[in-house]
């Protein structure tokens, strides 16, 4: 499976599951819209969507149409129920490779992207590539959000949070009786701290830093997850 098609087959079905083993999962999300203007008409692009959860927080906390990209179609069914009618006519959903999709789009476009969990999965050498599209897609001043599973810098600290969230998964065993998606889980972690993959803060400081962002922050942090926020030049 390649890793920007990580959530095929059983694990795609039952992905929901997973916020069950991150108790601060709610608030990681509600975090996101507080990064756009809420009361302007909005064009954001959103990577990755998912089963629609990142989606719904940035349309019930803004004025913003969205072009949703993902690439595993058995998402856009669980993102649309998600979403219901009303909120769903705000938003484009495209089936597709999002570095693809960014360069069929035009320069200095667009207000804003966010994207929630879906970075860390590309490969680094995918990522450098794939900023430098967001940069250019993205109009003078339009805001970047992302919501992801970010490493800590220091390897110790990143050790002991990893440990601590491979015990969470215990859930899908415990509660779910679910073995294969425990074990998807655990082999999804480990693959996200080999060098090729593991997706640091220091990287996402550097990948906006070199595609001319700025006011560059963390908005929260709450073990392996974090929410970087940016602004275009």
């Known amino acids: ?5 990580r959530f095929t087959g059983h694990f795609g079905k039952e992905y929901d599951k997973f916020y069950e083993a991150v108790p601060w ?5 509600s975090s996101l819209p507080k990064a756009f203007d809420s009361k302007a008409p909005l064009r954001l692009i959103e990577g990755g969507f998912g089963t629609g959860l990142s989606t719904e927080q940035i349309l019930s906390g803004t004025n913003a149409t969205i072009l949703a990209i993902d690439s595993e179609p058995q998402m856009l069914k669980k993102a649309s129920n998600y979403l219901g009618k009303d909120l769903s006519k ?3 959903f495209v089936i597709g ?5 960014l360069k069929k789009l035009p320069k200095n476009s667009y207000d804003g992207f966010f994207s929630g969990y879906v970075i860390h999965n590309m490969p680094n050498t995918l990522r450098k590539k794939l900023f430098k599209e967001i940069a250019r897609v993205l109009k003078p001043g339009a805001v970047y959000a992302n919501a992801d599973k970010i490493a800590f810098d220091n390897p110790k600290k990143q050790n002991e949070e990893l ?3 491979l015990v969470r998964l215990d859930i899908f065993i415990n509660k779910h009786k679910d073995t294969d998606f425990y074990l998807g889980w655990v082999k999804h972690y480990l ?9 640091r803060e ?4 550097q990948l906006l830093k070199d595609n001319e962002f700025t006011n560059i922050k ?6 392996l997850e974090c929410v970087y926020t940016a602004r275009k030049k």
């Open 25 to 29: 999962h709610d608030d990681f999300q």
């Open 218 to 223: 963390c908005t929260f942090r709450e073990a």
């Open 202 to 205: 220091k990287e996402q400081v």
């Open 97 to 101: 490779d999002l570095f693809a999709e």
């Open 90 to 92: 705000r938003v484009t």
């Open 163 to 165: 440990a601590k969230q």
């Open 1 to 5: 499976m390649k890793d920007n098609q």
């Open 191 to 199: 693959r996200d701290e080999e060098e090729d993959l593991i997706f």
